[in-house]
């Protein structure tokens, strides 16, 4: 059964960083393109990150581009977003997020539709 868990979240003051982790079972991360999405609560979800099954390919929104990085680790099968120069806006509970993909694939949309969800880690950007 395909399984993913977000650990990591908390409260950060503007500007600083946090780690977030995905940890994937079920799958390995080759079968796979992974997100990562957030949802201020009563508005919809945003994907802002993805890579690509391959690890070779990410992909970011505009908002988050040069601030956050999306990774991943084969041996754990473990996905990240490391999130800098925080901002309260970015304040938001945070979902990995994924579809399978039995191909490599040359590219990922964060935007794309996701099959595959965790539960979910708060981030609240504060001072």
């Known amino acids: 059964q395909l399984q993913l868990v977000e650990s990591g979240g908390g409260l950060v003051e503007p500007g600083g960083s946090l780690r977030l982790s995905c940890r994937v079972s079920?799958?390995?991360?080759?079968?796979?393109?992974m997100a990562w999405v957030r949802q201020v609560p009563g508005k919809g979800r945003e994907g802002i990150a993805c890579?690509?099954?391959?690890?070779?390919?990410?992909n970011y929104v505009n908002s988050v581009r040069g601030r956050f990085a999306i990774s991943r680790d084969t041996d754990t099968n473990t996905v990240f977003l490391q999130m800098s120069g925080l901002k309260p806006e970015d304040t938001a509970d945070y979902y990995c997020?994924?579809?399978?993909?039995?191909?490599?694939?040359?590219?990922?949309?964060?935007?794309?539709?996701?099959?595959?969800w965790g539960k979910g880690t708060a981030v609240t950007v504060s001072s």
């Open positions: 997020a994924g579809y399978q993909a039995a191909l490599p694939t040359s590219g990922c949309s964060p935007a794309a539709p996701m099959k595959h």
């Open positions: 079920g799958i390995i991360l080759d079968g796979i393109v």
């Open positions: 890579i690509s099954n391959t690890g070779t390919f990410t």
